[in-house]
Structures are given as C-alpha cells and as structure tokens.
C-alpha cells in the first residue's frame, strides 16, 4: 500500500502539474464503493470548472484545496490506487503491479481531470486508477476538520510531538510496538515498510510490548519515526536513492525466488561489517521483517506474545488496511460548528495540540 512517501509524491506531482490551475473537465466512471458518500457524477459536477489552490497530504490522504463554493475532493489510494498523466506510465508503489502502459484512457481509472494549460486547445490530462477498488474518494467541506483526516493522529512530517508525549502515549500501550505503528489513529502515514524501516534503525524488535520499552528504546522510536519520513519524502519516495543501509532494499526477498531477487546486489550488512540475518514475522496482522543481530525481544515481551500470538490490544488492523483510520474510543467529539479557517491555519493547530 501506498505509504506517507509515496503519497507526498503523488501530492507533489499534482502540485507541479496543476496548483493554480482550473479544471475544465472531469471524467468518472461509476463506482458504488470507491466514491465513498459521494457518487462519481456527484464528485464530477461539484469540482468541475474550480481552480485548484493547494493540494496538501496528512498521512495516507491527500486533497485538493479549490476556490469557489462546494466541498472538496479528499483521496486515499488503498492498496493499489495511483496517479497517472496522460503519456506516461503510472506512478508506482513498490509492491503495485508492474504491467501498465500509457494507454488512454487507462484501465481502472476511476476519474480523469482535464487540467488547463498554456496551450488551451491541449489541456494536461491526468487519472486516478484503482485495479482493486480498495481506495477511496470523498468530497468534504473542510478536509482537515473532518473524517478521515480528523480522527487520525499525529503526522511524522506535519506535525510529530515532542518527545515525552511520544513516550506518554507509547508507554500507556500494551500491544506490540509494529501494531501500534501501524495504527493511523496513532502515527498516520505510517504503514508496513516504514515501520519496519523505524523499528529496525531504532533496534528494536516488532513484537517487544509498548510498555517494556526502555527511555533509550524511545527515545530512538521518536528520533527515527520522524528521521525516516523525512528522508524518503526528500527523496521523493524514488527507494533507488534510499540510503545503502536501509532495511527497505532487502526486505522484499522473503519466499519464492529469493535467490534471484537478491542477485547482484550487496547483502545488508551488520555494523561489524558481517552479513545481516533477515527474520519475519506476522504482527498487528502484517508480515515484519527484522534483523535477528540487532532487534532483541526481551524475554517479558516474547512470553506474553507467545501467550497472545502477538495481537494489538488496539482496535484490530486489516491486512489489507481497507479503511484510512481505526476510530479510537473515548474520542470528544465536537459540539456545534466550528468558524471556517485557512488548511494552513488548521495544520499549525493540529500541529500543536497533537499529543499521542
């Protein structure tokens, strides 16, 4: 699934090809579950003809800011929903199928907006494909303000706590720290392999419970969930330019063909300069990958993990990650209707008043 990296570069390709930019012309296919309280004639009449102001991200959705009157469109890709311009392959995830062409229309697509350009007779052209429907478009009055964004947590890039209240809100948890990580209520953005990639460069093992977890340990969890977003979203999520040390390169060969998927390329390595020992394990109901030398289960953690399978005591984690968020209970709910403000006022604020 598309994660915080690949998302931010999707919000930026928007952004290059159509800030400040009308839309002219909106096509959709019908789509009963994709359009999510919306229909794609809906979806197609409220942002056609509106110019495009901001296209912003908070963890796995992105939207689009329009001028004028009527809501705006908010997207979440799933599993394998991406972006596509006309005569170029799609944008990719690492785990996204790799047969596409630049054939237009594209299959899956769900919408195509026909974007204004310099040369009015040739507009920029650009779809948003979903082969297994497993992505969601809304249209919402004020993105931020309103599900799926406000029920999320914090957003490793936008708006990362400081650190003791990343430790309050680790510590009062009981399940496994991957699953926790994996919950968007808790961390949004962060999906599989970021997590994977933070619990590994924090040496830390998947399955250690939350409340075991040393100052040390946390202090590195902070450090490194925030560390790691930022240098894939720098690169704009392109894993060839990855760091050389990076867990993301080797953790793919797990299974079947192993040996050819790793052929030519250099072994991760331990500090020591000796080969690493890659491991897997299913936690929070998704498949882990992690160094045996270097993330240790202390003996309290493997117990109880053995004892409760390594379950999350949080709200349960689909494998597919269907919906955006899990809602946590004991949530205050607002009251009333809250003054209109500005995307960018409303990320500062939820900037500040984040708290894990």
């Known amino acids: 699934m598309p994660e915080l990296p690949e998302v931010e570069r999707a919000a930026a390709l928007l952004r290059s090809i159509a800030l400040n930019k009308r839309i002219e012309k909106v096509q959709t296919t019908e789509d009963t579950i994709v359009f999510s309280g919306t229909t794609h004639d809906e979806f197609a009449d409220e942002i056609t003809g509106r110019t495009i102001t901001n296209v912003g991200r908070y963890g796995k959705v992105f939207y689009f800011e329009l001028d004028g009157a009527g809501r705006m469109p908010v997207f979440h890709f799933g599993m394998t929903g991406m972006l596509q311009v006309r005569g170029e392959v799609p944008i ?53 303000t309103e599900p799926p964004i406000s029920n999320m947590g914090f957003d490793p ?12 809100g680790v510590l009062k948890r009981t399940s496994p720290i991957k699953a926790l990580l994996l919950d968007q209520s808790f961390s949004a953005g962060v999906g599989n392999w970021v997590a994977d990639e933070i619990l590994y460069h924090a040496r830390v093992h998947p399955e250690q419970r939350c ?35 990076w867990l993301f390169k ?46 240790h289960l202390p003996k309290a953690s493997r117990v109880e993990a053995d004892h409760e399978d390594g379950a999350s005591d949080l709200t ?41």
């Open 250 to 295: 080797h953790r793919w060969d797990k299974g079947k063909g192993k040996a050819k998927k790793a052929k030519g390329r250099e072994p991760l390595k331990l500090p020591s300069g000796e080969p690493a020992t890659i491991k897997w394990v299913t936690v929070g109901g998704r498949t882990s990958a992690y160094v045996t030398e270097l993330q």
């Open 157 to 168: 890039v936008l708006s990362m706590p400081d650190l003791e209240y990343f430790k309050k």
């Open 316 to 356: 349960p984690l689909s494998a597919s990650d269907t919906e955006v968020v899990v809602k946590t209970a004991g949530k205050r709910k607002r009251k009333g209707k809250e003054p209109v403000e500005s995307q960018e006022s409303l990320l500062k604020r939820r900037s500040a008043r984040t708290k894990v």
């Open 211 to 245: 409340n075991t977890l040393t100052d040390e340990q946390l202090t590195a969890l902070h450090h490194q969930t925030s560390e790691v977003c930022r240098i894939a979203v720098q690169v704009n999520a392109d894993d060839s330019k990855f760091p050389d040390d």
């Open 92 to 144: 990719h995830y690492r785990e996204a199928p790799r047969k596409t062409s630049t054939d237009w229309p594209p299959r899956f697509m769900k919408f195509i907006l026909h974007i204004a350009s310099d040369d009015p007779d040739s507009p920029v052209e650009v779809a948003f494909l979903d082969a297994r429907r497993l992505g969601r478009i809304r249209l919402c009055t004020t993105p931020l």
